[in-house]
Structures are given as structure tokens and as C-alpha cells.
């Protein structure tokens, strides 16, 4: 016998008086409804990620002032709450900087390095109710729930919410529970609740229920032309970085900078391996500022790698060679710092601005001229002798040939190659792996999938060999520094370094060993057309 009781939930239309609602469901129940006195106001903070990973997995995490300071409570999205955990006060809390329990536990494995934010405030006063049988025992519990939203950020208006109509069968009565449904539904016709309460607050606080996008969405048919396809994308990648401006600039948590670096490595392949869409000059003018951008965040992303991967790369080494390690770490902290400086600067400066606007001017040249964009269809100043060509032909053909070359130089890699040639094809598998997560819809059979399931697979054995190299020849470069430091911990620290960069060196021998098979599954695939 299943121990579960039914719920279900109702909205009722805006502005409806919880009294005169409760008296009608009165009055059609036959005198069966008991209504309580409502209850005082609560507030709480509903917390996701900027990409709503709670969300997605189902999880609400909610922030709730009590006297003795803020408290992190997990619960399904439902009346029931889970385990809380004492937090700091904060703009926004990482896992890792929680207390250890049930609470990092469960959020762990579903936040990882992204940090948890506010995303509405919710204020809630309940009308609770029973309905009792002519026994006197209650069959069925309820409650009718008033509700604001109140925007995050200052000088935001709370905005009403319907109130919501929640009901709770009581084990052993199942009948009483949908007699009572079937009021609500056809005696008073209230509509049954499609998202819950705290999707409807972030809706309506101006929240998108997906958060900060990551990837672009864009359909596009085969025959479209290549120009028209290619600016919907970058457009969209242009929003993509537009949007984590504001959480990079904030520093809210590593992945911010992250997604705003790949929609710009994603811009940058789709101006070179579509540029016959275009005239050379006002793209490779374009192509110009893209890769300035991805010049000046690069160092803060560097850093960030290192500083993320910092627990994992030091385990295996002695806990002793862990504990002498710390100068070093200090160090990536400060040089972080610096850099973190450098960006915001360059973000925030002229130079940045006037440029990303030069790339969303060129982004707007194949929209319509109307003030809605209802216009007539502007000139293609900027085409090339691809422009008009459907997309389908242009990226099909690409895609073969990024793909062979990658066969070539792949093939010619043997033991004695130097390191750059696996950098170089890694560079050519980024390529081909954009192609095909941007324009692989318009492409037909089914040689897609399993393209990017070996790619995906050759390219982490090249990025281990690739960031093994980088990271030791980053850690190699601050020894000096280390040395002029001076302090007595410094000597114990440089033959610590010299054991994780050994280390290092030997991760990069066993990447470079797994290559031949991972090239071998790949160079053999069916080319998608």
C-alpha cells in the first residue's frame, strides 16, 4: 500500500478575494469546508544558478531570514520543506563555501562550480481549510495562498500573483479528495496550475524560467541562404555574450566568463569557415575585434582552470608536497587578481564598447530597415560569393573538408611529432565540433551524432595533452617568482613544484599514448552530408 497522498493545485483568477472564494467552495461542498484564520506573512529568496540547474533537476532552494541570520532550505518545489543549513550573508554562496552536511551534499553534484543566486522573492500569506465528513474527521486539507513577487535589485514594486487553491488528500479517504477536485474543476472551473509558484514569481519579476543562455538557439532550414543563416547565429551569440557581461564584470562565479569566451570562439569559427559569405575587408575587420575580445579574457580564464583544477592536480602527490604547495596557490590567487583587474578595465573601457557595437552593427546588415523590422529588406553590403548559396550545401562541404584535413594532419602524427602538431589538429577539431553543434540540423543522415561522440573523445585526449603542457609551463614560469619571494617556506615550495610539474609532464606522456586509438575511431566515420 502506497504511503503517498494526492495534491493538486488550482489558480485562482487575479485579484480574487481568498474569503469569498473560500465561502463559494463552502457553499458547493454542502457546509463541509472549515476555515482557519490565515496566517501572518513569510518571505523568502528563491536560489538557482544563472543557467537554473536547480530548476532543471527539480530541486527549490530558498533563502529565509531568521533571527539568527539567513538559512538555505532544499525542498521539491512543493509545501514540504527539506534540510536547511546557516549561511553567510552574501550576494551569492558556492558550494564549496558552505558548511558541510546534507545540504553541500545534495547541491553539490547539481551546482558545481557555478554559484547559487537570487532570482525572485517571494512573499506568501496561506488560508488554510479542512473539509470534514459527517463523521467530524477531516478527509481533506487546503489551502489558499496569496502571493507577491518582488524583483531582485533595489527599487523594484512587488507584483501580485494569483492566488493559488492547494489541495492534500488524507490517507484512506481518496474519494472525499476527488469529489473535492471535481468542484474546483467543473462547479467553480478554476484552471489547474501549470508551473509552480516559483516560476510564476520569476516570470512575473522579468526572470527567464531558462536563465542565462549558454548555447544558442536558432533553427534554420537547409535552403536558407548561408548569409541569413550565419548572422542568426552569431546574433545569437552576440546575446550569449551580452548576457554574462554583467556576471563576469561581478565575478559571480568562473563559468560566466567561461560561456561569454566559447560564444566568442564560436563567432570567431563561423566568420572562418563561412567567410565566403562575406567580403573580406568588413570581415576580417570583424574578425578582429573577436579575437581582441578573446585576447583580453583569456589570462583571467587561464588562471581560473588552474585554480579549479587545483585540488584535483595536487592529490596524488604527498600530503606533505600538498602542504608546501600553498605559496604556490597563493600565488595564482594574486596573479588572478591582477588579471581579474585588467579585464574588468578593458570591459568597462571605450575601446571594448565602440568595437562590440562596430559587431553588432555589422550583425544587422540583412535585417529589415523598419522600425519594427517590418521594413523593407536592407542591401547586403558586406556579401560574399557564398552569401546566397543554401546553408545546407555550404556547411555540408565544410564540414567534409575540415574533416579530411583532420584525417591528413592526424595521420601524420607518429611519436617523434612535437607537441604543436596535436595542438594544431585540436584547433581543427574545435573547428569541426562548432560546425556541427551550430549547423548540424541542416545537415541530413545520421553520420552527425556519432561524428561528434568520436570527436568529443579524440578531443579530450588532445585538451588533456594540450593543458597538461600549459599548465606546467605556467607553473614552470612562476618558480622565479617564487625564488625573489624570499620566505622559508620558499625552498620546500620550488621542490614541490618540481614534483607537480613532473607529474604534469608524465598526464601529457599518457594523453599523447591514448591518441592513436582515439584518432583511429575517428578518422574512420561516415562523413554527414
Not at 527539506?82 to 553534484?109: I, K, Y
Not at 517571494?122 to 495562498?145: I, M, Q, S, T
Not at 536558407?224 to 548576457?243: G, K, P
Not at 605559496?327 to 590567487?333: G, S, T
Amino acid at each position: 500500500m502506497t504511503l503517498d497522498v494526492p495534491t493538486c493545485s488550482y489558480v485562482l483568477e487575479a485579484g480574487t478575494d481568498p474569503a469569498t472564494f473560500l465561502s463559494a467552495l463552502d457553499e458547493q461542498s454542502g457546509g463541509a469546508v472549515e476555515v482557519a484564520a490565515p496566517g501572518a506573512w513569510s518571505t523568502w529568496t528563491v536560489l538557482d544558478t544563472a543557467d537554473r540547474r536547480l530548476r532543471a533537476a527539480g530541486v527549490e532552494a530558498d533563502l529565509v531570514e531568521r533571527p539568527d541570520g539567513p538559512w538555505l532550505t532544499l525542498g521539491d518545489g512543493g509545501p514540504r520543506r527539506g534540510p536547511s543549513l546557516r549561511v553567510d550573508p552574501a550576494h551569492r554562496w558556492l558550494v564549496d563555501e558552505l558548511s558541510p552536511g546534507v545540504v553541500r551534499a545534495r547541491l553539490a553534484p547539481l551546482v558545481s562550480m557555478r554559484a547559487l543566486l537570487p532570482v525572485v522573492t517571494l512573499a506568501r500569506r496561506d488560508h488554510p481549510f479542512v473539509v470534514r465528513n459527517a463523521d467530524e474527521k477531516v478527509v481533506v486539507r487546503g489551502r489558499v495562498g496569496e502571493a507577491r513577487a518582488v524583483p531582485v535589485g533595489d527599487g523594484f514594486a512587488p507584483v501580485d500573483l494569483r492566488p493559488r487553491v492547494e489541495l492534500t488528500g488524507v490517507l484512506g479517504y481518496p474519494k472525499p479528495f476527488d469529489r473535492l477536485r471535481s468542484v474546483l474543476d467543473d462547479e467553480l472551473g478554476l484552471k489547474r496550475a501549470r508551473r509552480p509558484l516559483a516560476d510564476e514569481a520569476a516570470l512575473a519579476a522579468g526572470q527567464s524560467l531558462a536563465g542565462v543562455p549558454s548555447k544558442p538557439d536558432v533553427d534554420l532550414s537547409p535552403t536558407q541562404r548561408t548569409d541569413t543563416a550565419a548572422f542568426a547565429i552569431l546574433r545569437s551569440l552576440a546575446d550569449i555574450v551580452e548576457a554574462n557581461v554583467p556576471g563576469t564584470l561581478a565575478d559571480l562565479d568562473t563559468e560566466f566568463l567561461h560561456d561569454l569566451r566559447v560564444a566568442i570562439r564560436r563567432s570567431r569559427s563561423v566568420l572562418r569557415e563561412l567567410k565566403r559569405a562575406w567580403a573580406d575587408g568588413p570581415r576580417d575587420a570583424q574578425a578582429d575585434t573577436l579575437r581582441w575580445v578573446q585576447a583580453i579574457t583569456g589570462p583571467v580564464r587561464d588562471l581560473d582552470v588552474q585554480l579549479l583544477e587545483w585540488d584535483d592536480l595536487v592529490a596524488p602527490l604527498p600530503e606533505a608536497r600538498r602542504h608546501d604547495l600553498a605559496p604556490v596557490r597563493a600565488l595564482l590567487v594574486e596573479h588572478r587578481a591582477a588579471a581579474f583587474a585588467d579585464l574588468t578595465a578593458a570591459l568597462r573601457g571605450d575601446h571594448y564598447a565602440t568595437a562590440w557595437a562596430g559587431w553588432r552593427a555589422f550583425l544587422d546588415n540583412d535585417l529589415p530597415s523598419g522600425p519594427q523590422h517590418g521594413g523593407p529588406r536592407r542591401n547586403r553590403p558586406h556579401a560574399g560569393p557564398d552569401a546566397a548559396l543554401p546553408i545546407h550545401d555550404v556547411a555540408a562541404g565544410r564540414v567534409a573538408r575540415v574533416y579530411r584535413r583532420m584525417q591528413k594532419m592526424g595521420g601524420a602524427i607518429d611519436d617523434s611529432s612535437p607537441a604543436q602538431d596535436l595542438h594544431d589538429l585540436r584547433k581543427r577539431g574545435k573547428e569541426l565540433r562548432y560546425l556541427l553543434e551550430l549547423f548540424g540540423g541542416v545537415l541530413v543522415g545520421g553520420a552527425v551524432r556519432p561524428m561528434v561522440t568520436a570527436l568529443k573523445g579524440l578531443q579530450d585526449v588532445l585538451g588533456r595533452h594540450q593543458d597538461c603542457e600549459v599548465q606546467a609551463g605556467e607553473l614552470r614560469a612562476l618558480a622565479p617568482e617564487l625564488a625573489r619571494s624570499g620566505g622559508d617556506d620558499v625552498p620546500a615550495a620550488l621542490l614541490a613544484l618540481g614534483a607537480l610539474i613532473d607529474r604534469l609532464e608524465a598526464d601529457q606522456a599518457r594523453a599523447r599514448q591514448g591518441f592513436a586509438a582515439r584518432f583511429a575511431a575517428f578518422r574512420s566515420l561516415e562523413v554527414p552530408a
